[in-house]
């Protein structure tokens, strides 16, 4: 059986072994139909990369790291998913870092990998991410691309969802269904994602003359004993909010166990909508309505910009930003009665 290589594949189409490579690797550089020409070749006769001698060639370690604050989310396996999917096609190796919403975790990682571990990292900021030295750091030495949350003050690729409409969708659709006084419970104040959507909630309680004062921003955290205690205090009240808008998906469980203990039935005595791509919302009782986001595709849309920008360095990243939008999924939650 022959031993296939980048060497005998240029000998079969009489091009240079560096066409052969740069095909081979997508590059910008090489026509459409020089790709596939090569391509159908390399399939034809099984060519498999040798991708430790690529990577000692190229001075790459063909590996990417990905940061998020953790993988409990549902958006972020998804998304995850979407990372790898991409990095393992065009032959990259992910080195998976859960921050834990930590910003002194974060900064360290960083700096940890800034020695040349990775090409290049993709990134969901945490919530104590009010600095972006630390970034702005690792981004004069390696490629950075956001996804979800981003930070504003980095010219890079950002992949987001429409989260200032959806804040917008989410309320109007509990106005819709009869609620007047509406909550909207945010895990910061800092996060982009937080403030769009928050911004979109005010933005609906406007236009629909709403009382600004019955429609709160409740502030939880990343401890779920304390978010408990925050929402059975907003819950345990004569004039409670009869419309919970949650922002992020770990605050569900906490909403539907404090009505379980207060005896406030979904969606009866209160509609809940929230920011959420878990799996279990259709079984939850009653069945969530949620503003679900693409994860799956824009952690693809992540890694394919950072990709691309590891093979073309005049590649301008900012110019790969994309707002990929998310849906309303109507359930129980929100019934009308």
């Not at 980095?154 to 509990?174: M, P, R, S, V, W």
């Amino acid at each position: 059986m022959r031993n296939v290589t980048i060497k005998l594949l240029a000998q079969e189409l009489g091009l240079s072994t560096a066409t052969i490579s740069k095909a081979l690797c997508d590059s910008h550089e090489i026509s459409e139909p020089t790709k596939r020409k090569v391509l159908e070749l390399a399939h034809e006769l099984n060519y498999v990369p040798n991708a430790y001698a690529s990577s000692l060639r190229g001075q790459k370690s063909k590996t990417i790291a990905v940061l998020i604050p953790e993988v409990a989310d549902s958006f972020f396996s998804l998304a995850l998913n979407g990372i790898e999917e991409v990095a393992m096609e065009k032959g990259y190796h992910t080195l998976i870092y859960m921050t834990h919403e930590k910003l002194e975790r974060e900064q360290a990682i960083l700096k940890a990998l800034s020695g040349g571990r990775v090409d290049g990292a993709i990134m969901s900021v945490t919530i104590e991410t009010n600095n972006f030295q630390h970034i702005c750091d690792f981004n004069r030495q390696r490629p950075v691309v956001f996804f979800d949350r981003v930070c504003n003050e980095i010219d890079t690729a950002k992949i987001t969802t429409n989260d200032f409409e959806c804040g917008y969708l989410a309320t109007q659709h509990l106005i819709e269904a009869g609620c007047r006084k509406i909550a909207l419970l945010a895990v910061s104040n800092s996060l982009s994602i937080i403030s769009e959507r928050s911004l979109g909630f005010e933005k609906a309680v406007a236009d629909f003359n709403l009382n600004e004062d019955d429609c709160p921003i409740v502030y939880c955290n990343d401890d779920s004993i304390h978010n408990y205690e925050v929402i059975r205090q907003l819950m345990d009240q004569d004039d409670r909010p009869d419309g919970i808008v949650a922002t992020v998906e770990k605050l569900t469980l906490d909403i539907y166990l404090v009505c379980k203990q207060l005896n406030i039935n979904i969606p009866q005595n209160l509609k809940v909508i929230c920011f959420s791509n878990q799996a279990s919302a259709i079984i939850l009782n009653p069945s969530l309505t949620t503003i679900t986001q693409p994860a799956f595709e824009m952690g693809k849309a992540a890694a394919k910009s950072l990709l691309r920008a590891l093979k073309n360095n005049e590649l301008k990243l900012a110019d790969e930003s994309a707002v990929i939008p998310s849906t309303l999924t109507v359930r129980d939650s929100t019934l009308v009665f």
